[in-house]
């Protein structure tokens, strides 16, 4: 398993916005990478993940157009890109590994960091 280390979380007014990375480390660099949130009370939800091997990309639709996600393969990190940003994108967001080709469900991703807080003020 690779080990994952996100950082970049805060708190932002709305229409702001702040970038997530997420630092690997350790296993072996065959993945996608995603980032999945939660919000208090609700289940996790797939954001976006991007191919390590040719950087295809995928979104939710709620936060296509205002979400990037990029790989520097120099400090193996994964960024996440976050620009007008709502109340609803508030939610404590994690970084996600697995072997193999982008998917959405959490259920396939097998290294998970340990998650920052992103709080986004009316």
């Known amino acids: 398993q690779v080990q994952l280390v996100e950082s970049g979380g805060g708190l932002v007014q709305a229409g702001g916005s702040l970038r997530l990375s997420c630092a690997a480390s350790?296993?072996?660099?065959?993945?996608?990478m995603a980032w999945f949130r939660q919000a208090p009370g609700k289940e996790r939800e797939f954001v976006a993940a991007i191919s390590w091997r040719d950087e295809s990309t995928s979104y939710v639709d709620s936060v296509k157009g205002r979400f990037t996600i990029s790989i520097d393969y120099v400090k193996k990190t994964v960024y996440l890109q976050m620009s007008n940003l709502k109340p609803e994108d508030t939610a404590v967001y994690y970084c996600?590994?697995?072997?193999?080709?982008?998917?959405?469900?959490?259920?396939?991703?097998?290294?998970w960091g340990q998650g920052t807080q992103v709080t986004v003020a009316s």
């Open positions: 996600a590994a697995r072997i193999g080709g982008i998917v959405a469900s959490g259920r396939s991703y097998d290294s």
């Open positions: 350790g296993g072996t660099f065959r993945f996608a």
